[in-house]
């Protein structure tokens, strides 16, 4: 099959893997507790517990209030047909009584007014104060979860949580919260209004709501899964985009424009479906509702008209109570509406909840909280075992002793287990079994905060902040003066690059160094592992994205930085390495060969081998 077919075929399989039939639905696509969700949503609002009783009052009296106005406008109409019927007797009328009852109708509609300017005002700032405390607990979940959870969600999906997930729900606290409130207290004042009016008709407008709460429970409970499946895809299209942006430069250099612009069309093409028949479902709630209401409303009309006639109701109190039918049918419409808004606000909620669920990486013991002073640097590894995954283990009984000031070699092929062993060091992971010691301290026992503060560690992507040239370097140590700032810029040749620079130490770097070459972006990084002044080094391929010449000069300032401190470097140019104390040579999680540089060759093993294909003519054996 060639390669184009390959692709092809791949993208039909994710075409066909994000195709969503009406029935059945993946699990995954609908709400796993949608209750659940709606009871800590609730929670969250009584966190305010003045401001949301005050708000639920005002709701209710502003209702209230505004029910009262039908009533008031019946009176009105029975009292100018009063007048009618005195001037056709006598020729006088008499509209005094007419105007107390516009006085009263004005201040109870005032009244009512006051009361929803105190509700919405208050609802907003609670809503945004919510939001601002989810944003943070969020922020803060963060930094507490594990790498883990970072390796297995893409940075879009999560970027999504944060922002479109979170304004979903801050909306939904303004707005649709109090309109449900005012729905619901508006349904019930009017209710008892029609029964105190007249029962025989207010049991007719009550008939109307059974169809309607099945109308939208029928509606609902099939467009939900479509809200939750909206809000997935909308974070799968954020982490293309994410993906696609940093990555663009690479999709330039292999001519997959097209590619990226077609994947893009099939998610943005899978959301805009899932979410027509979400909208569609759900805004086909209110249309029948509507409908429904209308036949209620046309009975009541209807029966109404024959009791006028009969003489057993005024013209006051049926027009009245056609207001009031009117008047509770348009609260079950508003409601029946709000379920759009409120089925999407708690498919993000759940998403929002899934991040703060997410179990934290595991606590430092409290029991045996060893602060860790600075030492030797003698590390030891003491027959670990690990796996990202618990059944599949990838560092099997690695044993491995490392005395101070040494300089210690990682090598092997990819998936070997090099970098891993650096994450294990540094407790971004846990080990499964076995335990790893710093001067004898397993590093269980200290915290991560202080146990991290005994190493550098310089990575093969740098990282840099938008920030000036000296923050950068700061980085390492806040506390640094500019003395050791502009020692350590030195130590790394960092100043022979800032000497080029418009504004020296001053010159603001772009957002991930955009404005810099790599290798400058490696040199900073190296500066700020030099000013931190670590107990042990790590150096996962540092000078791969520079110079042969610029290596050299970083080479013999990293001697420097390197005398007297435990070092550990993962090279894939072994010529940078000769020189180690140590060089393990790494394979499926285990050290198959140790020793220096000279002894190594001299074994002709795995080591030679792969020293010899780099400067000589010798093939890799394919095991390796």
């Known amino acids: 099959m060639s390669r184009k077919s390959k692709y092809h075929s791949s993208r ?88 107390k009852i516009l006085m009263t109708v004005f201040l109870v509609y005032a009244a009512s007014s006051v009361m929803m300017f105190i509700q919405n005002y208050l609802m907003a700032g609670m809503s945004q104060d919510i939001a601002r405390d989810l944003r943070g607990k969020i922020n803060r979940k963060l930094s507490r979860l594990p790498l883990r959870f970072f390796d297995s969600n893409s940075k879009g999906d999560i970027l999504s949580r944060l922002t479109n997930d979170m304004d979903s729900i801050s909306v939904t606290l303004q707005n649709n919260l109090v ?12 209710f008892v209004m029609m029964m105190i009016v007249s029962p025989l008709m207010g049991a007719i407008t009550l008939a109307t709501i059974p169809p309607c709460v099945f109308v939208t ?69 209110g249309p029948l509702m509507t409908f429904i209401n209308n036949l209620g409303y046309s009975v009541i009309c209807i029966v109404g008209g024959l009791m006028f006639l009969q003489g057993s109701m005024t013209l006051g109190v049926i027009t009245s109570f056609i207001a009031y039918s009117k008047m509770f049918t348009q609260p079950i419409s508003n409601i029946g509406n709000l379920m759009n808004n409120l089925q999407a606000s708690i498919a993000a909620a759940e998403r929002v909840f899934h991040v703060l669920d997410e179990e934290d990486a595991p606590p430092d013991s409290k029991e045996n909280r060893i602060v860790k002073q600075r030492g030797n640097g003698r590390v030891c590894f003491e027959h670990v075992d690990f796996g990202y995954k618990k059944d599949r283990t990838i560092i099997h009984d690695l044993n491995l002793t490392v005395e101070p000031g040494n300089l210690v070699a990682i090598v092997g092929p990819t998936g070997a287990g090099k970098t891993t062993l650096v994450n294990l060091l540094m407790r971004f992971y846990d080990v499964d079994q076995g335990r790893i010691t710093i001067d004898g301290v397993d590093i269980r026992t200290v915290p991560r905060e202080n146990l991290r503060s005994v190493f550098g560690m310089v990575l093969q992507d740098a990282w840099l902040f938008e920030g000036t040239v000296r923050e950068n370097i700061a980085y390492g140590r806040f506390d640094a003066t500019e003395e050791e700032i502009l020692r350590a810029a030195h130590v790394a040749r960092v100043d022979e690059i800032v000497d080029m620079l418009p504004n020296g130490y001053d010159t603001l770097i772009e957002e991930n160094g955009a404005n810099l070459s790599q290798g400058e972006r490696q040199l900073i990084t190296i500066a700020r592992a030099v000013l931190s002044d670590p107990e042990i080094l790590i150096l996962d391929e540092a000078t791969s994205s520079v110079d042969t010449r610029t290596e050299l000069l970083i080479q013999e300032s990293m001697q420097e930085l390197m005398h007297s401190r435990t070092s550990f470097v993962i090279a894939h140019r072994l010529s940078t390495i000769r020189e180690a104390d140590a060089i393990l040579v790494m394979r499926h999680g285990k050290i198959v060969e ?27 054996d394919e095991d390796f």
């Open 217 to 285: 429970f029928v509606i609902a409970r099939r467009s939900e899964r479509y809200f939750r499946r909206q809000w997935n895809v909308l974070g799968e299209l954020n982490g293309h985009i994410e993906e696609m942006y940093t990555g663009h430069k690479v999709i330039k250099a292999f001519d997959r424009e097209h590619a990226a612009i077609e994947e893009f069309d099939e998610i943005n093409t899978e959301l805009f479906r899932v979410s027509r028949l979400a909208q569609f479902l759900s805004g086909n709630i």
């Open 12 to 99: 039909e399989v994710l075409s066909e893997r994000r195709r969503i039939e009406p029935a059945p639905e993946p699990k995954l696509d609908r709400p796993s507790d949608t209750r659940g969700t709606i009871r800590r949503i609730g929670a969250i609002l009584f966190s305010h517990p003045a401001a949301m009783i005050i708000v639920i009052i005002s709701c209710v009296a502003s209702a209230l209030l505004s029910v009262l106005g039908p009533m008031y406008l019946g009176d009105i109409i029975d009292a100018i047909q009063v007048q009618v019927e005195i001037k056709l007797a006598d020729g006088a009328m008499d509209f005094g009584q007419v105007l």
């Open 179 to 190: 309109q449900l409130l005012t729905a619901v207290s508006t349904l019930v004042g009017v």
């Open 594 to 620: 140790s020793g220096s540089h000279e002894e190594l060759l001299e074994k002709g093993g795995t080591y030679a081998q792969l020293y010899n294909s780099q400067f000589g003519d010798c093939d890799i």
